[in-house]
């Protein structure tokens, strides 16, 4: 389901634009380069054997044609398939601050795009709550950037619960090549390990957690009425509320370590953070961890 004023669209556009422009402009443009490599090695040319070289790396059927050693050589495959997948129910749209998870996540999906148009990468979309929504294949140029933020902008979930084992069933079948997959979720229901290491394995699969302020500092003076966005159900918050609060913060830790023993990598969110510090941070210790290897 979409919404349909243009114009609203059209300004929506814009202003992400210029919010994450700096970002992309300064503190992105060598870190995302330096994080995110080829996805592979290509053929470049044949070259003759040196006493240094692999042999595993001889060309035999031109070794035998021209009678002396020849050796294949490669290049890093520079292009690299983005795909945002962003988990759009009901708890994602909340928010106890001046900006919503939702918020939060449009300015990092906009941050990562724009790059993506910075280094010629393909960015896609795929959108999820307790089901598909809607998906769409990565493709290069600011054109697909902007047709990827407009549908984030513009979406309107037809569902309100979580639940990740249609949506990575779905990306398992739909991406053919190895793809940086960024999953933006609050993580706060089950998921299905075998699945996301199933994902892990083919791509660069990255959690980035969305937390709300008040999830992360737990501070409340006084009795208030809430209600669960997802289902509906009405409730109260004290400030005796934390131990649920903490109960609930373990068992997404929980769930997070099983995500990250298969193999996937993580970052946290907390709504109103600045994105392009944050993803700065992040992809600081990324390098330095692929330095150590």
């Not at 129910?89 to 601050?97: D, K, P, R, V």
């Not at 998870?101 to 979309?125: S, Y």
Request: net charge positive; with cysteine.
């Amino acid at each position: 389901m979409k919404s349909s004023d243009p114009l609203t669209i059209l300004n929506e556009l814009k202003r992400l634009e210029i919010v994450t422009h700096g970002a992309v402009d300064t503190l992105l443009k060598g870190a995302y380069k330096s994080t995110f490599r080829g996805q592979g090695l290509e053929f470049h040319q044949v070259r003759e054997y040196y006493p240094e070289d692999d042999v595993r790396t001889i060309d035999w059927n031109v070794t035998a044609r021209l009678n002396s050693p020849f050796v294949k050589t490669f290049v890093e495959e520079r292009e690299l398939q983005i795909v945002l997948a962003v988990d759009l129910s009901a708890s994602i749209w909340y928010g106890t601050g001046a900006m919503s998870k939702r918020e939060t996540a449009l300015r990092l999906c906009a941050t990562l795009a724009f790059a993506a148009v910075q280094h010629q990468d393909r960015v896609g979309l795929f959108l999820f709550t307790d089901k598909v929504e809607f998906w769409l294949p990565p493709k290069r140029g600011k054109a697909a950037s902007m047709w990827v933020l407009r549908e984030l902008i513009q979406f309107k979930p037809t569902r309100t619960k979580t639940d990740y084992k249609p949506a990575f069933k779905m990306l398992s079948k739909v991406l053919k090549r190895r793809t940086v997959l960024v999953l933006v979720s609050d993580f706060t229901e089950v998921v299905p390990v075998d699945l996301a290491g199933s994902l892990s394995r083919r791509h660069d699969l990255i959690a980035t957690v969305l937390h709300d302020p008040l999830e992360k500092d737990f501070k409340l003076p006084a009795r208030v009425v809430v209600r669960d966005p997802e289902t509906g159900r009405v409730g109260y918050l004290s400030p005796g509320s934390h131990k649920a609060f903490k109960k609930a913060d373990e068992f997404r830790e929980n769930q997070l370590r099983a995500f990250t023993h298969q193999g996937a990598d993580r970052m946290d969110l907390v709504a109103g953070q600045n994105v392009a510090l944050a993803l700065m941070k992040f992809f600081k210790k990324r390098i330095e961890r692929a330095g150590r290897r």
